[in-house]
């Protein structure tokens, strides 16, 4: 599937945007702050609902605005038929509601879904960003992120499973907050039969989430790890492994039942710590990807180079699994990344391309030009747009 026009309304620095794209190559260039990256995160919001570089929707309407909308025209990879998605948010402030009215509503051919969890799959995208070093540097949740946005967007029941459990946790969660709210903090009874009430459901839930958790943990390994061979030559080996409460031996050997039967014991066991720290402390809410390079760990122990090169394979591993589920490239979007890769690095990502209908945005447009000329043999098919203050204009190739 590929995009056939973006629109934009109030988002970011761009009141009204109506572009019509090649189902190639299209490179956005110009200075910084422009909107080239704009562009990008608005793609990238209809395929995950969420942007790649802020969790607050309210940051994305233009000043002044009260609420963004997104379009994208799509044509499948085979020219059957066309389509559209959509995302629109609102923040509630442009009429007598109140900001707790603040909604966002996803579109398939202008019909809204009354459950987000429905509209995942039906277009896929894979953006590579200077932002994708966080999955190295950064904390657990940058990595669970990771994983649900793969894994959301190949198996929208995965979703679906997912938010069932946030909400259970938030109810579990609550009644540790209002039993400590009060003066004393006593652990009572009652407090006690009413957390332990939610185990059962929350333990149902997560199971099957850390089950497709380590499932696909395992394919990332085997793909991230074959990139990262060749980026570095046969020189490192990149692990990649799940980490859970539970022993993984638990999830290879899969019994729901007795996988249900720990987490129920985890939780019993530990109600006195979650009620001191206000908060359930174990559970998916607290998962992680553990990466290390020949047995070190990468964020205190590998270079900026090994870094980066650790990030690269990860997405390229993203991009491996969605052709894999979905028989069909995903669209690229490479954000500004071609300056933060060496040659290296940059010829073993665009060896990846493939057919797939390719975004890029970047400052220096000969540069581009001729780095796509060396390495692609779309280069005569692609499309450049000068971004300048939020106006997009096409330029034709000399």
Known sequence: MYIRSIELENFRNYRRLDLKVEPSVNVFYGANAQGKTNI??????????HSHRTSKDAEMVMHGEHGYKVKLKLTSSFNTYDESVAVMY???????????????????????????????GIFNAVIFAPED??????????????????????????????SNY?????????????????????LT????????????????SAAKIMRDRYLFSLRIDAFAK????????????????????IPNEMLEDYDENKVVEALIRKW??????????????YGPQRDDLVMSLDGDGLRMFASQGQQRSAALS????????????????????????????????????????????????????????????????????IAFFEVVDGNVSRVENR
Not at 91 to 100: A, P, V, Y
Not at 229 to 238: N, Q
Not at 323 to 335: A, G, Q
Not at 363 to 378: G, N, P, R, Y
Request: with cysteine.
């Open 226 to 245: 074959s990139h990262h061979e060749s980026i570095s030559h046969g020189s490192e080996t990149l692990y990649v492994k799940y980490k859970t409460c």
């Open 40 to 49: 990008l995160e608005a793609i990238y919001i209809c395929t995950s609902t």
């Open 133 to 162: 070093l966080m999955l190295i540097k950064e904390g657990p949740s940058v990595r669970r992120k990771y994983l649900n946005i793969l894994l959301s967007s190949v198996k929208p029941s995965y979703y679906y499973e997912l």
């Open 314 to 381: 990860m997405k390229l591993a993203e991009l491996d699994i969605m052709r894999e589920e979905t028989n069909d490239s995903p669209v690229l979007l490479l954000d500004d990344v071609f300056g933060e890769l060496d040659a290296t690095r940059r010829r073993c990502l665009l060896s990846e391309i493939g057919d797939a209908q390719i975004f890029i945005t970047c400052t220096d447009k000969s540069f581009i030009e001729q780095e796509l000329a060396d390495s692609m043999e779309k280069a005569s098919k």
């Open 189 to 204: 009874d009652k407090v006690r039969e009413e957390m332990s009430i939610w185990h059962e459901p929350m333990a149902r």
């Open 90 to 120: 609102e923040d509630g402030q442009g009429s007598e509601l109140s900001t707790k009215n603040a909604r966002k509503v996803v579109l398939h051919d202008d019909v809204p879904y009354n459950k987000i969890s429905e509209y995942f």
């Open 166 to 186: 946030v909400r259970l946790l938030m109810n579990r969660n609550r009644i540790i907050k209002n039993a400590r709210s009060g003066n004393n903090k006593i």
């Open 268 to 281: 019993d066991n530990t109600i006195e710590d979650d009620f001191i720290h206000g908060t359930t402390n």
